[in-house]
């Protein structure tokens, strides 16, 4: 569930990028962006950045979605899942990574660069809470209790760190 743990964009740590300069034009891939991007501040920003650079982040895109459809209980092996899950992460790093550069007053493509798709995907979620999936108290407990008034409360995924720590105590 770490997908869905909040993050702000004031806490997004930069990395070592250097993000002073917007990227050379001449090193921006000549490959059009895929369509799924189109119209996205995600497609503005992967157009400026070089080929190789591109594709490992297309693949961080999909590690993402993969993460996404485990933490949401999805079937990895049906299409309409893979489908889903993408468009999800897209949109969640499209809205991460606009307020992002928007907060640190950063170009797109550098902060695209310099900042993990997973936590962009945060940021995102953190600002659209219908992309953060709620589940009834008895799928939290893992239990088809009978109980109506537990089946009818929904309780969004808590702020809070529930794992344990490396002394097995709670966070």
Known sequence: ?????????????????????APDPAAASRQPVPTAFAGRVLGRALAQLPDGQ???????LFAVANGLAVADGLPLAERETVDRCVAKAVRGIDRGLEATARQKDRPLAGVLAAVPLLDLFRVGASLEPDLVPT?????LRGDDASDADWNQIREMISEADRTLGPDGRPR
Request: glycine share 4%.
């Open 1 to 21: 569930l770490e997908a869905y743990r909040p993050l702000d964009a004031t806490d997004v740590e930069l990395g070592d990028v250097e993000l002073e300069d």
């Open 54 to 60: 591109r594709e490992e982040l297309l693949r961080d």
């Open 135 to 139: 589940v009834t108290l008895s799928e």
